[in-house]
């Protein structure tokens, strides 16, 4: 691994995307992580929907997590390209149904994969374009 001074610009793209999933989507579920992480005018299309700005960001991952609790995140594989202003991961969630879908809280173990693209900027994640395998948790819920 190289040093903080020695990382390429891919290598801190790669961080912090990876920083990301693990302080906001790991156990620890930290909230402040994305303003630490995130331009104070950071956009996500997420489910075919904008969410536009860190405090919208904030609150919507804080509710979305409400309806999944103990939502964790295995890393499986993040790359960026050599300017470092673009990064990918690959991940795999696992957590707990509690009126994810709109479906009953009933606690259930629900998992998805998904795919995120970020752009980066100023050392910040700046818009990221996610795809989660959302058809198949709700399915995985609804048919008993």
Same mark, same amino acid.
């Given at each position: ?78 790359? /960026? ?15 707990? /149904? ?35 395998? /959302?058809?198949? /948790? ?7």
């Amino acid at each position: 691994m190289r040093s903080g001074h020695d990382q390429t610009p891919s290598d801190l793209a790669v961080s912090l995307a990876n920083e990301f999933l693990g302080r906001v989507w790991g156990p620890t579920h930290d909230l402040d992580a994305i303003d630490d992480l995130m331009t104070e005018d950071y956009r996500i299309w997420s489910g075919g929907a904008l969410v536009a700005g860190r405090p919208a960001f904030k609150e919507w991952v804080r509710h979305f997590q409400t309806l999944y609790r103990d939502a964790n995140t295995e890393i499986l594989e993040t790359f /960026a390209n050599a300017a470092g202003d673009r990064v990918v991961s690959r991940w795999f969630n696992t957590g707990r /149904a509690n009126g994810i879908f709109g479906l009953e809280p009933d606690g259930r173990p629900v998992s998805f994969s998904g795919i995120a693209i970020w752009r980066v900027q100023d050392g910040r994640l700046a818009e990221c374009w996610v795809e989660r395998a /959302a058809f198949e /948790a709700y399915r995985s819920l609804t048919q008993r």
